[in-house]
């Protein structure tokens, strides 16, 4: 399943729908396996030769309070499970159980077909009265053991899945780049340069810097935000990266309108900007240009990020951490449905990406 | 003294020559943006020391040292770790952090000292894979000609350098370094012992257990220098 919202609603969701699952599951099973049985039983007697009437009547009435009775006592041991889980206790309360339903079990049928049939209860051959006995016995056990198994099978399979959310969620937010180090203390080192220098300036790329801190720290709670917000946080980091560059860097923005409400995940759009920035512009002594286009096609938002330069062979220093980090996000996030694409144009590089609309 | 600031952000270098006015005994020979700038200006000026961010674009900090003869003293300045450990592998005088704290530019000041004469060979860049390292000569105890490269040995270590030991020998001191043989350059202070070697030259013990065979000829001047 896709990871939509942040961790712990998604988990819910999960969990209530499994929680019907479960219940439409349990029904089905009870149903099936007390039918079976009734069935079996009238099947017996009417061919040993009945009231088919009465008999009908009593395997009826036996469907019923079988089903009651056992779902009670699913009840009770669950309340019972919460409070004190130690399987062995449990065993134990599942056979004592049992057994209790069972005699119930043995009783009831006793009285009702002696009550239909017009006959005191007593008169039961004491041999009638255990095979019944054993009969339900076995029945309501095989009943109970295969349902702790089903049940054992699917907790164990729920806590696996939701595991592996963990793991997912957890990978997403490593992969979450941080803001890079290196640009944090550049940037502070400017700034402070600039104090001296343009006093205002120094105050709007103090602003700018908040922002796109903020923006970092709080956005672990969402793995999506607006386009529209990712591109103000990318203008800042770009206004912040001028400082430092200078004339060196020349950036510019194109958003189609339509593509400002998608949404996308956090801090792509400004790792891709940095990738390009740290190709096109930072190794480059003459600098060069970057130009950021958004647009919306069948629902996808396409980001395409263009740098000078050109795509060369790997440098024995490079990573490629960038590029592969925002790979793996978008692959946790949308599966094969995004792509991350690198191609040389005239003299630049474009990296272009395509997010879908939904998770 | 005389220094240069490369950096190739122009806030950063106007940044540190602010912070340099309060030592005066810092004349700022010039600032350089990159490192071809940096190369011609450290030509031109043969400066005491270096002020050198080691990201730079083009040519970086360690590429610069790579490609000088004599390595003035160095303060690498950088505004990440990753670099100062390296930076500090390499046993630069000090490493600085961007924004740099005065007191921590006071500290790293403290250790430079003004060069001993123009000529001498003071200090060698080595880099060998990831590794780099800017040697003092009085580390080194020998120097091994490999054709055009010259093999030098220091703490344990020996990665080889782009000059031949011809051109090396002529900038060293030749009252520390001796040649020994065609093939090698030894340090007359890690000398060890000195024994009798079998073809009647001097067989040379350095501190930590390298022997050289000294060729007939300098076995003489050795006996000389050192008046055995």
């Known amino acids: ?48 030769g009945g009231n088919i009437r009465n008999l009908v009547i009593s395997h009826i009435l036996f469907f019923l309070y079988s089903v009651g009775l056992t779902h009670v006592f699913r009840g009770r041991i669950q309340q019972r499970r919460l409070r004190q889980p130690s399987n062995f ?39 009638a009265v255990f095979g019944v006995g054993w009969g339900m ?47 944090l203390f550049n940037c502070l080192n400017s700034i402070r340069g600039l104090v001296v220098e343009d006093p205002q300036k120094a105050q709007d790329m103090i602003t700018r810097f908040a922002a796109l801190l903020r923006y970092n720290l709080n956005r672990d709670r969402q793995h999506t935000v607006p386009f529209s917000e990712e591109a103000e946080i990318v203008a800042d980091y770009l206004a912040l990266e001028s ?20 949404q996308v995940p956090p801090m ?84 272009k990406v395509e997010i879908p609309r939904t998770a | 003294m005389k220094a240069l600031i490369i950096d190739d952000e122009r806030l950063a270098r106007a940044e540190l020559r602010r912070l340099l006015t309060a030592h005066p005994e810092i004349e700022i020979a010039g600032e350089a943006c990159n490192g071809d700038q940096a190369l011609a200006l450290i030509a031109q000026t043969s400066p005491d020391l270096l002020l050198l961010d080691v990201q730079m674009p083009g040519m970086t900090g360690f590429d610069v040292l790579e490609r000088l003869d004599d390595v003035p003293q160095v303060i690498f300045t950088t ?56 040697v003092a000569l009085p580390d080194i105890y020998l120097l091994e000609s490999e054709g055009n490269y010259t093999r030098v040995h220091f703490n344990g270590h020996r990665p080889l350098i782009r000059r031949s030991l011809n051109a090396l020998e002529t900038q060293l001191d030749p009252a520390v370094f001796f040649r020994a043989n065609r093939q090698q350059i030894l340090n007359l202070k890690w000398i060890d012992k000195v024994d ?33």
């Not at chain 1, 499994?18 to 149903?31: G, I, K, L, R």
């Not at chain 1, 099978?153 to 290196?182: F, T």
């Not at chain 1, 795509?311 to 592969?324: C, E, F, N």
């Open chain 1, 89 to 127: 206790r449990m065993r134990l309360w599942l056979f004592a159980g049992i057994l209790v339903i069972a005699v119930i079990q043995t009783v009831l049928v006793i009285s009702i077909d002696s009550a239909l049939n017009g006959e005191r209860p007593g008169a039961w051959p004491r041999v």
């Open chain 2, 196 to 228: 009798l070697g079998v073809a009647g030259g001097l067989s040379v013990t350095l501190r930590g257990g390298r022997a050289v065979e000294m060729s007939r000829r300098q076995s003489g001047r050795l006996r000389e220098i050192l008046s055995l």
């Open chain 1, 137 to 183: 016995y076995i029945g309501t056990l095989v009943w109970t053991m295969v349902y702790v198994r089903m049940t054992e099978r699917r907790i164990q399979e729920r806590k696996e899945a939701k595991m592996q959310l963990a793991v997912r969620a957890a990978e997403l937010r490593a992969l979450e780049a941080q803001i890079n180090p290196h640009f």
């Open chain 1, 1 to 48: 399943m896709a990871i939509q919202g942040p961790q712990n609603r998604t988990m819910k969701v999960w969990d209530d729908s499994t929680e019907m699952e479960t219940s439409a599951a349990y029904w089905a099973f009870q149903a099936f396996y007390w039918g079976i049985f009734a069935a079996i039983g009238l099947a017996i007697n009417v061919v040993s």
């Open chain 2, 79 to 134: 505004a990440y770790d990753a670099y100062a450990i390296k930076a500090f592998e390499v046993n630069a005088l000090d490493y600085l952090m961007k924004p740099i704290a005065p007191v921590r530019l006071a500290a790293a000041l403290s250790k430079v000292r003004p060069r001993s004469g123009p000529t001498r060979l003071e200090r060698v860049f080595v880099r060998d894979g990831d590794r780099c390292w800017i």
């Open chain 1, 268 to 351: 792509i759009l400004q790792a891709l900007v940095e990738n390009a920035l740290k190709h096109g512009i930072a190794r480059r002594p003459e600098g060069g240009d970057v130009q950021i286009h958004a647009s919306s096609s069948n629902g996808k938002l396409i980001l395409h990020v263009t740098n000078s330069g050109e795509l060369g062979p790997a440098r024995p220093s490079d990573t490629q951490l960038g590029l592969k980090n925002i790979r793996e996000r978008l692959h946790l996030l949308y599966g094969d449905r995004a792509s991350l694409s690198l191609q040389n144009g005239s003299g630049t590089v474009v990296a």
């Open chain 1, 243 to 262: 400082v430092r560059f200078e004339d060196r860097l020349r950036v510019q923005v194109t958003v189609d309108p339509q593509a400002r409400a998608m």
